[in-house]
């Protein structure tokens, strides 16, 4: 298969994205990461830009990748002065990284507007500082910025930018969508053209924004059309909206294209890297993200459900495990008898057709008084193991009592007394917490711990409240979603809905404490 190069930008144009910002640690460790994924070049940014940089690229300089190869960016010699006497030259060449990634202006706007220099003097800063990149010997990466701008508008300086790069040594001549403005028959059409007349004397990438919501699109454009390396980001981080998204373009040029992107088996570990980087942003994995999302592989609709159990290909583009997501079938009011029993068997049950439509109906009928089984996977076991006659409780409830009062100086104290039943024996608990929820948490725990000591290792680990009816103000029923986790790692959801919150948080409370004990 032939092959096609991945260079990633994240560490550079990704940055520059609203509210990112990582560690010269953070930064290496994304730089393993992305190593370890397979891809073959990634820009660590301009050496010496700030201390931050300096730090990297000192740490990177010692750092043992499997595959990937470090570029250092920086940008075609400043206007009247020598490329030799150019300190940001001179910096970018003397760093340890092999490749350097040169940015120069290619749009007459930039050349009127931003450098104020002629079109041939423009020409010479980017053939000058090709070669002096060159005689220092490292390897060059020409990106030609707003290359697709000035196509538009002057097609024949537009490739003599490129020609000039490319002459003075450049391996690879990289076009630019910059303002993201392009569309993909315009950059297929402009790509052809570049890889038809300097193809043989230089790779062609392509390296696209987002603004007009095609960078993933372009980039396969620009393919498809001849160029062997593309420029992108993880999960398309970047400014404005972002650029290529690099988590989309790998599959789609190995899987549907044919493409050699990365070594045999590191295709299936996109899905993990991608959110550990997520993760390491500080961000919160898209649960919509083609591909490697949560709910890329996610089925609802029970005709779909029924589609997936007979042939997967039937409603999913490629087959999850191939980029290390999983498929998921959410159980809801759209729901079969597909999605119960797909249920039923991710639970260790084994249920009928007579009780898979009993479970269909309480379900509907639940879901049409608030409740959201698809967020609270733990509850519906439960509604699943009710219907099937299997279900264990872990207790009886007798009664539970919240009392709430502030005291004079302002502070608020909550106590919740429980009485339950377990295993015949009566128990009366009474605990503080720092609300509601925290205080009948307590209570409930010691009442059941003498008996189930394991549940104690049980943590809530988030809390969500949502009124359902705003319409009817402070009467509305209210929908409680509660996520715990153990400590072997497991996490699950569940849910509770009552016109009063504080049943609402029992119900998702119990739900939590009785599927660890099932």
Known sequence: MEQVKLYDTTLRDGMQGEGMSLSAAEKARVVTALDGLGVQMIEAGFPSSNPKEEELFASLADLELERAVVCAFGMTRRRGVEAAEDPALLTVTGSFAPVVTLVGKTWGLHLEKVTKVSREENLAMIAESVAFCRERGKRVVYDAEHFFDSYREDPGYALSCLEAAIDAGAENVTLCDTNGASLPNQVGAATEVVATRFGDRAEIGIHAHDDAGCGVANSLAAVDAGARMVQGTVNGYGERCGNANLTSVLPALQLKMGFDVVPEGKLETLTETVHFIDELCNLTPDPNAPYVGRNAFAHKGGMHVAGIEVDARTFEHVEPAAI???????????????????????????????????????????????????????????????????????????????????????????????????????????????????????ALRKAIAGRHPHLNEIELTNYKVRILDQDRGTGAVTRVLLDSADGDGREWGTTGVSGNVIEASWQALVDSLEYAFQ
Do not use: M
């Not at 109906?361 to 089984?373: A, N």
């Not at 009886?396 to 919740?416: N, P």
């Not at 605990?431 to 948490?441: K, Q």
């Open 324 to 442: 290390g997501n999983e498929r998921a079938i959410l159980p809801s009011e759209l729901s079969g008898k597909a999605t119960i029993r797909d249920q039923a068997r991710a639970a260790g049950l084994e249920i009928d057709d007579e009780t898979a439509s009993r479970a269909i109906e309480v379900l509907k009928e639940r879901e049409h008084h608030g409740f959201h089984y698809e967020a609270a996977p733990a509850s519906f076991e439960l509604l699943l193991r009710h219907e099937a006659g299997v279900y264990k409780p872990l207790f009886t409830l007798e009664s539970y009592r919240v009392v709430t009062q502030r005291r004079a100086g302002g502070e608020v104290e909550t106590e919740a007394t429980v009485k339950v039943l377990v295993d015949g024996e009566r128990y009366v608990e009474i605990a503080e917490g720092n609300g509601p929820v925290s205080a009948l948490d307590q």
